[in-house]
């Protein structure tokens, strides 16, 4: 993981957990990003990031469900 944020240093790592209730080990990853353009961009980074690679090399065959979601902070809110 600090390979990957490492690679671009204009995003910010807010949380990173799994859930042990519901859907079992469902990890989630929440970034900050100045822009769904940002996004990409840092994905399409960390993808040129070896240990990176190699660590989804190993993760990805077990995984069984993939989700993405962009949200944008309320106007007016403290994230704003």
Excluded at 17 to 22: E, V
Excluded at 35 to 46: D, E, H, L, T
Excluded at 59 to 77: A, C, E, N, R
């Amino acid at each position: 993981m600090p390979h990957k944020i490492a690679a671009s240093p204009d995003t910010e790592l807010l949380f990173f957990g799994f859930t042990d209730i519901g859907m079992l080990n469902n990890v989630i990853e929440i970034w900050r990003y100045p822009s769904a353009a940002a996004c990409i961009a840092a994905r399409q980074q960390a993808r040129k990031v070896q240990p990176w690679r190699e660590t989804i090399g190993k993760i990805t065959p077990k995984v069984q469900h993939f989700t993405s979601y962009f949200m944008y902070p309320v106007k007016g809110s403290p994230m704003y």
